[in-house]
């Protein structure tokens, strides 16, 4: 079958396209024909990790949308020719093939409204931005209308960010503060919904003092936690909850969370699939949630940029693209 | 009224009996006629507080039990003679006083069951205990018999890890694994219903394996964190949460908790009154459930130490024994 393969040499690594062995399903498998692709920090991160000595080329991507091929034996949720989304499993190639295998506690039927690039510009993103704000903070999914509370989403308008406000002003009754630090990406972010918008550039206590709110109940940090720590220790309310994601460039000093009596929580989408966890299955009950979500019109896909079809000159200039840390919502391929 | 208070000059700090003048109620206020008080590391962390210069002698001193003497013009949930206990707020003067004012939505019905100085020895620890596993790690209060997870408590057989045993133990499902470095807090931990005891000076990751238990769903930390930072992250299960208490002496590398999305929070006892939360009286409520859940015979106090009446001579030696961090259970004086 046809893939896009990461190759290591001296000089560093490619994107080349190639032909590989189809694999085989394990018995809870989903072999998926892949339509969609799109691209993540992630694919980044995995093509930088040192290869070993003997190893062969590598398929990144974890972000698709595609149809049943074939379907482990003991597979009981799909049958062939289902539409399906997913992110999947960095312990197990990427997605960046013709067909893909993948755990079926990893995957959900597709939003029926959505096109396959609208379809893959959401899982990884979304599944993020959901356990962040309804599994570690716990948020309540309610609507009381009041908006009493507050989030801040550090990068409102990247893949997870977009997401986040979109679920946080759909179906929480908190008071939506992103951050952006261009007009284009101030606007991305109220079109979503964002209930304002503040400048991650400058200091953010004065901003939010502005607004009228001095402090937020919750902080999603989607940019480098160290950067921003004290100011974000400032503007938490007593008991708040942060959630980072990126791992810190530098120590953060928990100290200065204490007087408040704060919580910090990691949100790695992949924890679930990397340690096998009881409640894998939870992200298909996400995904699930989800895709009834967008196709009632209740939250919109985050494609920003389609590129083209899945090949190593599309994802070069995707992964381009995003290594410049600008890009607004989700870059897809298919 | 009587007093002991701490006065500061050249050579340091000195407790002192001392005559100093009768308080007035504010509109939310208790004047409580005290009748016992127990001794927290807050007094000695507020002892050496650095004094303003034209300071007065303070009163230290944040657990108590009493009478209620007088009431503020607001005050609605109690009338004079009414039995007492709370620990109060810092940012007021201490109990170690004949009189004490405090604010009624911190304050609840002392348990029936107990004497003054078996209720004084409750309050703060109680309530760091309480909040720090139902309100911070928010684990959930029901018994399904199971004891599937494990809570490790570090630090078991001190005043708020023995409230904690108790609580997981009798209102909870987790598997309660306290540590203690010496036999008679290890049997202290045993007798107060810990499933098991592990040694905190001794790496924990292979006595945690030892006990079946090599992965904890919850740590709740009351020693010093930096010392056992990188064993926690170890012993951690994915989605794993960490409550810590005692200010971190070296920088905590958050990096360790990301791979398995823990959680981190800091339980402060004196956050709610010191920031005057909207959720201030939430405290009354967990005195209230907590004697009741005494006056059932569920949970025990953790009076170990009598040392007798409140003055400056028992309370220098309730001090110096706090100091050698060796204590067992609560100190109390009254």
């Given at each position: 079958m046809k893939a896009v393969v990461i190759r290591c040499n001296a000089s560093g690594a490619a994107l080349q396209d190639a032909e590989i062995e189809m694999p085989a399903c394990g018995p809870n498998d989903l072999c998926v024909a892949v339509q969609a692709v799109s691209v993540n920090p992630i694919d980044l991160k995995m093509a930088r990790a040192k290869p070993a000595a003997d190893e062969k080329p590598r398929v990144l991507g974890w972000d698709a949308a595609g149809t049943v091929h074939a379907v482990g034996?003991?597979?009981?949720?799909f049958s062939i020719g289902d539409r399906v989304y997913y992110a999947g499993s960095v312990l197990r190639p990427g997605c960046f093939s013709e067909f893909h295998l993948v755990d079926e506690r990893l995957v959900a039927p597709a939003p029926r409204s959505l096109s396959w690039v609208e379809a893959a510009a959401l899982p990884l993103s979304s599944l993020a931005a959901w356990e962040a704000l309804f599994d570690r903070m716990r948020i309540p999914q309610r609507s009381a209308g009041a908006r009493a509370k507050a989030l801040l989403v550090l990068g409102g308008a990247g893949g997870v960010g977009s997401m986040a406000i979109q679920l946080a002003v759909q179906l929480t009754d908190l008071h939506v503060v992103a951050t952006a630090s261009r007009i284009e990406s101030r606007d991305h972010c109220l079109a979503l919904g964002a209930h304002a918008v503040i400048d991650h550039t400058a200091p953010l206590a004065p901003q939010l003092k502005a607004l009228g709110r001095p402090q937020v109940a919750y902080v999603l940090c989607l940019t480098e936690p160290s950067a921003v720590w004290s100011d974000l220790a400032t503007v938490l309310a007593p008991f708040g909850h942060l959630c980072a994601l990126v791992e810190a460039a530098a120590p953060l000093d928990?100290?200065?969370?204490?007087a408040k009596s704060l919580s910090f929580s990691w949100e790695g989408m992949f924890t679930r699939a990397m340690f096998k966890t009881a409640d894998m299955v939870g992200q298909q009950d996400i995904l699930r949630q989800l895709a009834q979500a967008v196709d009632a019109g209740v939250l919109k896909t985050t494609l920003k940029h389609h590129l083209g079809p899945v090949d190593a000159r599309h994802l070069m200039h995707a992964h381009a693209l995003l290594a410049m840390r600008r890009t607004i919502g989700k870059i897809v391929l298919g």
């Open positions: 034996s003991e597979v009981k949720d928990m100290n200065l969370l204490r």
